[in-house]
């Protein structure tokens, strides 16, 4: 993804919280979580970092 990027994550119940659930999120609840990349920040370490297109 890009800087300005933006996706929608949808996550099952199953791989987020279960039938467990957590403070206000219902048991079996599936999660919608709408993400924007707002800037990239090089790593203090310097670690070189594969970029993975598509």
């Known amino acids: ?3 300005g990027g933006q996706r929608l994550v949808i996550v099952p119940p199953e791989l987020a919280y279960g039938k467990k659930g957590v403070q206000e999120i219902p048991p ?18 310097g670690t070189p970092v594969k970029i993975v297109e598509g």
């Open 1 to 3: 993804m890009r800087v």
């Open 28 to 45: 079996n609840a599936t999660i919608e979580l709408d993400i924007e990349l707002l800037s990239i920040k090089q790593s203090p370490f």
